[in-house]
């Protein structure tokens, strides 16, 4: 199941939209649908009306869902409310606009002429819709120590953990992040940790914080050392050379002893606010993403003349290969303002001099191997096709070091300006498979990412190895890569399934391998949303 990647609001405004009402203006209400197949739509949300109003700007938002991996196609219809029932049918209709997500979010804003229907104009009417992603995406970083904790254990010293606990709307405690076991140790300094803000305390810097430092026991019978309350606002104070310590109370202890001063001190080293950015933060900020495509021609395909070949054109006009490019591509194509994407083949003999190559332009013009849209990679391998002597073997590390030597002179730049997303479709049968796994360990410290899609029933045992999602991909020196960047599927699982299944499972991870990179990077997007400029 696709993973919502976050909430996105829409602010909606009108202008000159058509007067439909006599002796005043008319009374405009938005209403967002959503396409769910077919002709078929569904209403997600709807603006409150305004009454007598060319030119409105409408206070409520809309909310929706967004997913990078969907084609989220999107209808706005604007409809002079004359009556008080809920069903728009009876209303009239000032003109709509049909887009994608995709479309708003990496524009930003979005201007558009209304149509009453395709191709006939809404009078002067133009709708703008802007989108903002809503999340408090700040994090509480800590780095926490304790001193002279009480000794717990019969044999040893204790074995010190931490609890969080903010108030629930119930009156009760709710847990929001427990650190590790130290084990026998009574001044214990526990690693840094993050915790949404979200969480932590629901981004109320003066909520009660209840902290407890808990002696871990295998069966489960913890002892508490002791426990003290505070809020973020105090846990902030402390940074550089100050620290904030809180005395550790036993509260059974306390009763008992007079004597009693504390079981220890917990003391906050550092406490920061730190901003989390997300895949929307990069994209909405000036990322461009930059879509190359790199198609088998080996052999193994079989003869595309013949029926059973995977280059096989269909009578209908498709064939796997086909299939993967549109489907994947229809996607990324809206986050690429240009439209131009290279497009290389390898594992075949290319004229004039018949030669193997591994990274051939499939416009035959290795200077400007681009095509116009994903429309233009379907033409240029057509024509490509019969013009190339399908051979071998099946390299891919070339064409992955060839988009790295471009996303390698990007990360120079040292800005989160571009990523680069490599679409490999191939029958799976690889013979540099080492050359390979040593490319990819190179581009996990790079922008960018590698989709495999496999074609046919072939064995794909070596795809799946290099998609590292059963353990780190490695080198065949032992290097490991730093990040997951391949995600391999084959198509076979989608022969059956809507068209977009494919693209949403094959783009799923794009978001956080991107977020991941320049996570590590530690670099910001190039233009702050407002509310994100600390």
């Not at 196609?73 to 604007?78: D, M, P, S, V």
């Amino acid at each position: 199941m696709a993973q919502c990647v976050t909430k996105v609001e829409l602010s909606i405004s009108c202008e000159n939209l058509i007067d439909k009402d006599v002796g005043s203006k008319s009374d405009p209400l938005c209403v967002l649908l959503q396409n769910v197949g077919g002709d078929q739509w569904a209403e997600l949300d709807r603006t409150e009306k305004i009454k007598n109003c060319q030119k409105p700007e409408f206070s409520k938002k809309l909310l929706i869902d967004y997913y990078f991996e969907k084609v989220q196609k999107l209808k706005f219809g604007i409809y002079d409310i004359d009556n008080k029932s809920y069903d728009l049918n009876d209303d009239d209709y000032l003109g709509g606009v049909e887009c994608t997500l995709g479309q708003i979010v990496s524009s930003k804003t979005l201007t558009r002429p209304l149509e009453l229907k395709k191709g006939k104009p809404a009078g002067k009417g133009t709708i703008t819709i802007s989108a903002e992603e809503i999340k408090d995406t700040r994090i509480v970083s800590l780095e926490i120590e304790a001193q002279n904790l009480d000794k717990k254990d019969f044999l040893g010293k204790s074995d010190p953990f931490l609890e969080f606990y903010k108030p629930s709307d119930g009156g009760k405690w709710q847990l929001v992040y427990r650190s590790e076991v130290i084990k026998n140790n009574l001044n214990p300094c526990w690693r840094k940790f993050s915790v949404p803000l979200q969480t932590f305390c629901g981004g109320d810097f003066n909520k009660p914080i209840k902290v407890h430092c808990t002696d871990y026991d295998s069966d489960g019978s913890h002892d508490l050392i002791g426990s003290f309350e505070t809020n973020l606002s105090q846990l902030q104070k402390a940074g550089g050379s100050s620290l904030v310590e809180f005395e550790c109370i036993h509260p059974g202890k306390k009763q008992k002893k007079k004597s009693y001063k504390n079981s220890g001190i917990v003391r906050i080293k550092s406490c920061k606010i730190e901003t989390e950015y997300s895949f929307l933060d990069y994209v909405m900020g000036g990322c461009q993403i930059n879509f190359t495509v790199g198609i088998d021609f080996t052999g193994s395909n079989g003869d595309p003349k013949s029926p059973d070949s995977l280059h096989y054109i269909s009578p209908n006009g498709i064939n796997e290969y086909l299939t993967a490019i549109w489907s994947v591509g229809n996607v990324v194509q809206d986050y690429d303002t240009d439209k131009l994407f290279p497009v290389f083949g390898f594992g075949a003999q290319v004229p004039p001099n018949w030669q193997v190559s591994h990274e051939f332009a499939l416009n035959f013009n290795p200077n400007n191997p681009y095509c116009q849209g994903i429309q233009g990679i379907v033409d240029a391998y057509r024509q490509a096709l019969p013009q190339v002597r399908l051979y071998g073997p099946t390299n891919f590390s070339p064409i992955i070091n060839h988009v790295a030597r471009f996303a390698a002179q990007s990360a120079q730049q040292g800005t989160a300006a571009q990523y680069f997303i490599l679409l490999i479709i191939t029958d799976g049968e690889i013979t540099d498979l080492d050359q390979t796994r040593q490319a990819i360990v190179n581009a996990s410290k790079l922008p960018m990412s590698v989709i495999i899609v496999g074609v046919g029933n072939a064995d794909f045992r070596a795809m799946e190895f290099l998609d590292g999602d059963n353990g780190v991909l490695k080198s065949l020196t032992g290097e490991p890569a730093v990040r997951d960047i391949v995600q391999f599927v084959p198509f076979r699982q989608f022969l059956n399934a809507p068209r977009e299944a494919l693209s949403q499972t094959v783009l799923a991870e794009v978001p956080k391998q991107l977020v991941s990179y320049y996570k590590m990077q530690g670099w910001a997007p190039v233009k702050l949303p407002g509310a994100k400029q600390e």
